[in-house]
């Protein structure tokens, strides 16, 4: 596909959030932006206006180069009232019937989106999967049916769909991906816990994600492997809300675990830096974990030149292995915390693990990502 063909398309990202917001969505979001502006489309993202706490300009928040356009949709907004179900299909609705007559008026060649129930709407849209139903139902097929194309995180969404009857070759596998340059600080850990305020004379265990709002993460299984850490290694779990932040405390038993709470986007790169050992404890037993997660901080980790300690899932093996990461047993704390004093005590380990992470990680920018989906639909 030549610049002169990309140059004189359109492209409408779809997406029901609140922009900016803390979670992961949100960067994912518009780093693909980004990265589908970079080719030489015009990207417009639409999004509807709702009360936010973040004042935060999206594109400082996220530190986006400003490559593309954002516009906000008036729609119903009740989540400040109420966070039933109910109340969030209402809204949800509300936004697609904004956009559905907003883009009436609109000349675009690609609607892209995350929104299955974009399907009620428009046809021959280009629709992300990041999760698949427990119960997949006539409906969903319905969905993916009326769509031009699907993107899945992982292989084994994409066998669940072809079970039920979705054409393989409509179908693109495309994990998750990351800035390398936003993570690979120039700084050792020294300076990036002095920039901080981390302690410097500890080993540092550091988490990135929710807390326990899922909790296939992990997070217990950390805390219950801080017992069998050395007297020197402290555990630090940064990126959770207040409420999580004060869920938590009360499952510690340990004096060796800092709580820091969510940061801005810009921060969490420092956060990494610091790390003597990156931890990604997620849970077998649930088939998020198991096979569909693609999560962004994997690929956060791996581009911050810093090693990593990860469950044995499937879904996570289709980017770790044991030449760029210690892998162990899910959901066992003994074995977790082996793993991490595996790397804590064996320096050429660490080294070798990290710089064959940052060799990988390159494969999944979000320039790769984009070309791939761009060559994918034609």
């Known amino acids: 596909?030549?610049?002169?063909?990309?140059?004189?398309?359109?492209?409408?990202?779809?997406?029901?959030?609140?922009?900016?917001?803390?979670?992961?969505?949100?960067?994912?979001?518009?780093?693909?932006?980004?990265?589908?502006?970079?080719?030489?489309?015009?990207?417009?993202?639409?999004?509807?206006?709702?009360?936010?706490?973040?004042?935060?300009?999206?594109?400082?928040?996220?530190?986006?180069?400003?490559?593309?356009?954002?516009?906000?949709?008036p729609c119903i907004d009740l989540m400040p009232l109420s966070a039933s179900k109910l109340i969030f299909l209402l809204e949800k609705l509300s936004f697609l019937v904004a956009a559905k007559f907003f883009l009436s008026l609109k000349k675009f060649n690609i609607l892209y989106t995350r929104e299955p129930l974009a399907g009620l709407f428009w046809k021959n849209f280009i629709l992300e999967a990041h999760v698949l139903p427990k119960r997949i139902k006539s409906i969903n097929l319905y969905f993916w049916q009326r769509a031009k194309a699907l993107v899945v995180l992982t292989n084994f969404i994409k066998d669940k769909m072809t079970a039920i009857g979705v054409t393989a070759e409509k179908i693109l596998v495309a994990p998750d991906g990351v800035d390398v340059a936003d993570f690979n600080l120039p700084l050792s850990p020294a300076q990036a816990r002095q920039a901080i305020?981390?302690?410097?004379?500890?080993?540092?265990?550091?988490?990135?994600?929710?807390?326990?709002?899922?909790?296939?993460?992990?997070?217990?299984?950390?805390?219950?492997?801080?017992?069998?850490?050395?007297?020197?290694?402290?555990?630090?779990?940064?990126?959770?809300?207040?409420?999580?932040?004060?869920?938590?405390?009360?499952?510690?038993?340990?004096?060796?675990?800092?709580?820091?709470?969510?940061q801005p986007y810009a921060k969490i790169s420092y956060y990494l830096a610091a790390a003597d050992v990156l931890v990604l404890p997620n849970k077998a037993g649930d088939i998020m974990s198991e096979q569909y997660t693609s999560p962004l901080k994997m690929f956060e980790y791996m581009a911050s030149g810093r090693p990593?300690?990860?469950?044995?899932?499937?879904?996570?093996?289709?980017?770790?292995?044991?030449?760029?990461?210690?892998?162990?047993?899910?959901?066992?704390?003994?074995?977790?915390?082996?793993?991490?004093?595996?790397?804590?005590?064996?320096?050429?380990?660490?080294?070798a693990l990290s710089n064959q992470a940052q060799k990988d990680v390159k494969q999944y920018s979000w320039e790769k990502r984009v070309k791939a989906i761009l060559n994918f639909i034609g």
Request: charged share 25%; proline share 3%; glycine share 6%.
């Open 197 to 262: 305020g981390l302690p410097a004379d500890k080993k540092l265990v550091i988490y990135s994600g929710s807390f326990s709002l899922y909790s296939w993460k992990g997070v217990d299984v950390l805390l219950e492997a801080a017992h069998y850490l050395p007297d020197n290694a402290i555990v630090v779990l940064v990126g959770g809300s207040e409420a999580e932040v004060q869920s938590i405390k009360s499952k510690i038993t340990t004096d060796n675990v800092l709580l820091v709470g969510r």
């Open 1 to 73: 596909m030549t610049t002169a063909n990309l140059s004189r398309r359109k492209l409408i990202y779809l997406a029901d959030m609140r922009l900016p917001t803390d979670w992961a969505h949100g960067i994912q979001i518009m780093k693909m932006c980004e990265a589908f502006a970079q080719t030489g489309i015009e990207v417009e993202l639409v999004v509807p206006r709702r009360f936010n706490k973040i004042k935060e300009n999206p594109f400082q928040y996220y530190n986006i180069r400003r490559k593309f356009k954002i516009t906000k949709l």
């Open 308 to 351: 990593i300690v990860a469950s044995d899932l499937a879904g996570l093996r289709e980017i770790l292995n044991e030449e760029n990461a210690v892998l162990v047993t899910p959901n066992n704390s003994r074995h977790l915390a082996d793993g991490l004093n595996k790397v804590l005590t064996d320096s050429g380990l660490a080294a």
